[in-house]
């Protein structure tokens, strides 16, 4: 209630309407979220009651988040591919995905300008990476440290069971749980401004244009009033609770803009005049294209990309396509590179990466294809083999009459699988990339290495041989032993005497895997991105399919398929696989078909 004069008062139960300035209470340890230590969530009533604003920032984290993390094949081994898939496929105790966590943490930082992740580090070193939603954290005044606490609006959040102090991520200092923070320009706050900032008062316009419209079909159109008491002029205390139940009976759970003016008249009656100018309906629905118009502004997007129709926008194919590459370019490729060094810092790589949501094709009119392209690019466009490649397809493919000796394979109930990769080592182009390396493969699910097998090995048999007689058998440098029976003996597997003997503990484990085998084998598997089939597969993809799915072979085995065919043209099938394919989506042909070989890491049951 805003007092006017000593007998008139004015109800307006309004918001935020000026931007919130964060600065530190000296009676607090920690710095408040707004005036109220309350503006996440005036933000969050924003995104959930703006049609447009919430539309807009679900499509931005749409567009962010794309088609979800890769790895780059390029500049990484076999192991580190291993590694960093493992990381994508579960980053914490929950088994939430990268893709989960990105996704919460691009939520925030549009909607709040900022976002969190809590830091787990194990002793081994391993990260677990948790989504701390930012509203639930709190700066502390000194800048070193950020509290967190499930409720900030009880009286002593501090005292709350929840309340917690947590330092920040440094990548130089050890830290058992931590909080990393990324947030946009705070220009010297505390907390950052959303970067729709400029527009909170259109944002907040348009959650009231919509609150306006509801409150006037339920009130039958009729709006504001001036109540005017007439029967003297009442006491502070008793004006407050007249207040109080005037906009408890008349104005509804999101109030109505009431005057109300108390004085003494002759006949001491009660007067409500309307205050409600006329068409007031038709203003608000003429402010409607200017609220949108700014919201749309400030969030630097098109209103066609954000799935939201303006009038005298066809958002024809071309304007989409031509949008989508402008928003892509200028908007989302730098959120993602954000994103990516983030992650890429923490994970201490730089082969994470964003794979961007598929482009809009374009079409092309027949008198263009005519003009531009060659009968064989014509064909191609169409989902037809280019001419000159259907004779190279039959060159390269697999005749009828192909068939797998019996003695290939190992039944699949004899070995128990470990991790499963499809094997990529050739590209559209029919460029060789980098065959897999299975040693490097097959240590990343042993426990212990070739060489600590070795030594293992050598101590059951000669519990007293001291360590230079170890390498000298192995023909290692002394280092080398040291340091493959340090790594043991952190694990517990060893532990070494005074007198600098080996002793072997867990007797019973180690010999169980020195006795275990772990091996890489294959099965030809459908691939991951493969378009739907239209025809059907080739006879040499469903009998490879159907065989390996009953047992798999090993690369030998796979070499030895080549000789089957008697024909000196057909491709390596471990490179090409079934031959030749176009793509019934993108037009284009492949040196491969629809299928691929998938890496199997198993161990062989004794």
Known sequence: ?????????????????????????????????????????????????????????????????????????????????????????????????????????????????????????????????????????????DGQSIAYCDDWSVRKPEEHESF?????????????????????????????????????????????????????????????????????????????????????????????????????????????????????HSVFIALRDTVQSQIFTAHRVDPVLMGVKTEGQLGGRTEVIEKTEWLTNTYVRPNQKVLEDVFNFLYNTDALKIELLKPIGREMSEGLMEKYLTPDEVRAFYGYEPTAQKEAMAA???????????????????????????????????????????????????????????????????????????????????????????QMQERGAVEITEDGRVKIKREKTIERELEEEITVMYRYVKRADAPPLKTESRDFCKTMETFTRSRLLTRDEIDRLNNQTNDPKVRDVWTHRGGWYTNPTTKRSVPFCRHIWESVVVRIKK
């Open 1 to 141: 209630m805003i007092k006017i004069s000593d007998n008139q008062f004015l109800l307006n139960f309004s918001a935020y309407t000026e931007t919130p300035q964060f600065i530190p209470n000296k009676r607090k340890d920690y710095v408040e979220y707004g005036p109220k230590n309350d503006y996440p969530q005036y933000l969050d009533k924003l995104f959930y009651e703006s049609a447009n604003h919430g539309s807009v920032v679900r499509s931005k984290v749409d567009f962010i988040c794309g088609q979800g993390w890769k790895v780059n094949t390029q500049i990484t081994t076999t192991e580190q591919q291993v590694l960093l898939q493992k990381r994508i496929g579960k980053v914490n105790s929950f088994y939430e995905s990268l893709d989960d966590l990105t996704k919460y943490l691009v939520n925030d930082w549009k909607r709040y300008g900022w976002f969190a992740i809590q830091v787990i580090e194990t002793l081994s070193g391993e990260k677990y990476l948790y989504h701390i939603p930012v509203w639930k954290l709190r700066y502390h005044k």
């Open 164 to 280: 917690q102090i947590f330092p920040f991520y440094s990548k130089h200092k050890k830290q058992e749980n931590s909080i990393y923070i990324h947030k946009d320009m705070c220009e010297g706050n505390f907390y950052p401004y959303p970067e729709y900032q400029a527009a909170i008062n259109w944002i907040d316009a348009d959650r009231n244009i919509g609150r306006f419209t509801s409150n006037s079909i339920e009130n039958g159109f009729h709006g504001g009033y001036l109540i005017n008491f007439v029967n003297g002029v009442p006491s502070v205390d008793e004006m407050e609770d007249i207040e109080a139940r005037v906009k408890e009976k008349l104005s509804g759970a999101d109030g109505e803009r009431i005057m109300i003016n108390f004085s003494d008249g002759a006949d001491r009656k009660a007067e409500v005049v309307p205050l409600t100018p006329p068409d007031l």
């Open 396 to 486: 390269c493919c697999f005749n009828e009459t192909f068939s797998i000796p019996e003695d290939m394979g190992t039944p699949v109930e004899l070995v128990e699988v470990l991790f499963a990769e499809e094997v990529k080592i050739i590209d559209e182009e029919g460029q060789f990339r980098a065959d897999i390396n299975e040693d490097r493969l097959r240590q990343n699910f042993a426990e212990f290495t070739d060489l600590q097998k070795s030594i293992l090995a050598i101590y059951k048999d000669n519990p007293d041989i001291l360590l230079g007689e170890v390498a000298d058998a192995l023909d290692k440098e002394l280092k080398v032993v040291e340091n493959a029976v340090k």
